[in-house]
């Protein structure tokens, strides 16, 4: 948590649950990925955070976006975002959407299938355009599975479509997966593009773009390469596949620019136990799975947590939140440990919650409002 978090929650003490975050640390941690990663240019995954301060601090900065709806689009565009600044990197879209982005002058469309295709070349003509392929998503704590890219044989098909279409085939783009803690799946995958452009470039379709995605990772309870050891696989991998010719490079961090900018504030509602002797305590927060920490699903994403008890004696506890529902059990199985002097009232801090917690609260299941956010 950085200072000027902690100093707020402090001087403010803040209604609970809320996220408080620090726009200086998403510059400070846009400043790092780019000295990491000199060569690319970054589009930030607007769905991590679509905050308006962070949009706008990031507008500032000079960065590009990645924009997976209209709605985000237009969010980039009234941070003073240029449309040429945003990419349309969902590959599920609606051609009115497609449309209406064009209209609004954004020029680079991702997709995975034919049928998309046809429908950027309807509604985008003449737009740049990559195409998403499959890639192996080990190692990620977050993984995004089958649903998004196709083979790499069909992306090459498919690209030279798109020059028959009348769009510009631009490149070509992996996602290794969201809170991927290896470097391997990075190097395996630009080995993967570096052999759809030799095809591609033997068919007479020269691309010119790599688009790397987002997935770096950030610390949570467990320790994660540092950002540059990922730089340093990307640029080895991209010097060996692609020599001197270097493509141009995009990558599309979400996680990374903001999680540990944020802190959410929850407050102990009950403290119990299932049976007299049963050693763990139940912790019951105001803020659970439908209050914002949708990635505990399956305990993927394992938070830290700071109470006022810190450093006394810990002792086992389930950790859940305060709706009617059993899913809203937010660690079981993850021997999460908890001061045993921990008590109804005391506030909780919620650690590195900058990323998917805000939109990812429910409007109203239980009558609790979305979560409140305060970005300073
Ligand atoms: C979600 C997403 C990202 C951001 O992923 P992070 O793991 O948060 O960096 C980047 N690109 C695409 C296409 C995404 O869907």
Known sequence: MTDKVSRFIAAQQPATPCLVLDVDRVAGNYARLKSALPLARIYYAVKANPGAPILDRLTVLGSHFDAASLPEVRMCLDAGAEPTRISYGNTIKKERDIAAAFEAGVRMFAFDSESELRKIARAAPGAQVYCRILVVNEGAEWPLSRKFGCEAAMAVKLMALAGELGLDAYGISFHVGSQQTATGPYKAAIA???????????????????????????????????IEAFGDAIMGAMAEHFGNSLPEMVIEPGRFLVADAGTIVSEVVLVSRKGDEDPVRWVYLDIGRFGGLAETEGEAIRYGFRTPHDGTREGPVTIAGPTCDSVDTIYEKSNYRLPVALAEGDRVEILATGAYTTTYASQKFNGFAPLEEHYI
């Not at 068919?203 to 540092?226: H, I, T």
């Open 192 to 226: 993967q593009v570096a052999t759809v452009f030799t095809d591609l470039a033997a068919a007479g379709v020269k691309l010119r773009m790599v688009n790397l995605g987002g997935g770096y990772p950030v610390r949570y309870k467990a320790e994660v390469p540092e």
